[in-house]
Each structure stands twice: as C-alpha cells, then as structure tokens.
T-cell receptor, first 112, second 115 residues
Framework: DADVTQTPRNRITKTGKRIMLECSQT?????MYWYRQDPGLGLRLIYY???????NKGEISDGYSVSRQAQAKFSLSLESAIPNQTALYFC???????????FGSGTRLTVV | AQSVTQLGSHVSVSEGALVLLRCNYS??????LFWYVQYPNQGLQLLLK??????LVKGINGFEAEFKKSETSFHLTKPSAHMSDAAEYFC?????????????FGQGTTLQVKP
C-alpha cells in the first residue's frame, strides 16, 4: 500500500456541486498539506496542518476548506465547485524536520 | 518569506547533451532545497535534496545539483541527456521551524530531449 493515498484518483463534477477529496497516510507524520497543480504555475499550497488541532491557510485557500479528522487523515472540500478549480490536486506529508516530504499520486479534478 | 524561481519554462536538449535546469531561491534562513521530477500523467518523484553538509548533491538517474549560497542557486545538471529524461522538473524550498516547514515550489521546467 502507498504511504499517502488519495481518493478519488479522477473526478468529474458539475459547477456548484460540493466535492471532497480525501487523503490518508501511514507515514506517522503530523504535518500534512494540500497542493494544486496548474500548467505553468507549479504546485501551489492550498492548506496545511502541522497537527490535528493546527490548520493553516496557504497561498490559494479561497473556495476551499479542509478537515483534519485524525493524524492520518486530511480532507479537502470544495463547497461549490467552479470550472477554474479544475486542476491536479496533491496531498503530502512531511517529517517534523522538514527534510522529507511524501506525496500522494494526485487527484485529477474536472469541473464542468 | 521564501520563494523559488525556475528560469526557463521549457528547455530543449539533444540526446547526449548536457542538461542544465536553473533554480534560484530567496530565503531569510538557510534553506532546505529539493528537485522533483514528474513524468507524464504521473505523480512527483524526489530526484535529490540538500539539507546540510556537502553542497554538491547527487540524486537518482545521474542527476546532481549544487547549493551555492552566494548565488542563491540550486541548479540541476546531468552530463548526458537520455530520451527517458523528458519530463517536468520542479525546484522547491522549505525550512524547518515551528512556523515554517512548508514546501514552496517553483513554476516548473519542461525538459524536452530530441533524438
């Protein structure tokens, strides 16, 4: 099994729908992150969590929310999806030292 | 604040030629630096990283990078390109402390390898 598992792998949804992307990890890391990847923009940080009770906005948090249900689970929600949220989304974890990051395989989201 | 700039969104080389992908960073503290590769329709794979110690870092698939503090650079090189190196490459920076540790990415460089 993968260290960081994202579900679903692919999703097509309609404008205005609520959607949740899920991430679970077996690394035992406290720190977890959500990124989105767009062509020419690299990966941009949406939200991050340094422990279960610590949630922080990243550089592009508008239109997104997160939930840290447990050390191992970090979910990203789009309350009302819009087409410009079409992107590849990655979940990641890191060790406390910030020297090792583990990424999931990504969720390709299309909003039509 | 930290930021990363990758010079050149597209780089094209011939098979067997030197690969040089440029990365400059800004950081108020000594950085941790990373290079990732993303093959088409795949996730991210760590090529190499610099945290402390030797400034010339060797990674997988024959890649290496050198941390140059005076130039705030962490350029990625490979002496001889292979067709299989065609991919997108991302430079990233982080630093551990109670208030940072976020991994910040550059915009990415697409490497094309011509036969």
């Amino acid at each position: 099994d993968a260290d960081v598992t994202q579900t679903p792998r692919n999703r097509i949804t309609k404008t205005g729908k609520r959607i949740m992307l899920e991430c679970s990890q077996t690394k035992g890391h406290d720190r977890m992150y959500w990124y989105r990847q767009d062509p020419g923009l690299g990966l941009r940080l949406i939200y991050y969590s340094f422990d279960v009770k610590d949630i922080n906005k990243g550089e592009i948090s508008d239109g997104y929310s997160v939930s840290r249900q447990a050390q191992a689970k970090f979910s990203l929600s789009l309350e009302s999806a819009i087409p410009n949220q079409t992107a590849l989304y990655f979940c990641a974890t890191s060790d406390l030292a910030g020297t090792g990051y583990t990424f999931g395989s990504g969720t390709r989201l299309t909003v039509v | 604040a930290q930021s990363v700039t990758q010079l050149g969104s597209h780089v094209s080389v011939s098979e067997g030629a030197l690969v040089l992908l440029r990365c400059n960073y800004s950081s108020s503290v000594p950085p941790y630096l990373f290079w990732y590769v993303q093959y088409p329709n795949q996730g991210l794979q760590l090529l190499l990283k610099y945290t402390t110690g030797a400034t010339l870092v060797k990674g997988i698939n024959g890649f290496e990078a050198e941390f140059k503090k005076s130039e705030t650079s962490f350029h990625l090189t490979k002496p001889s390109a292979h067709m299989s190196d065609a991919a997108e490459y991302f430079c990233a920076v982080s630093r551990s402390s109670s208030n940072t540790g976020k991994l910040i990415f550059g915009q990415g460089t697409t490497l094309q390898v011509k036969p």
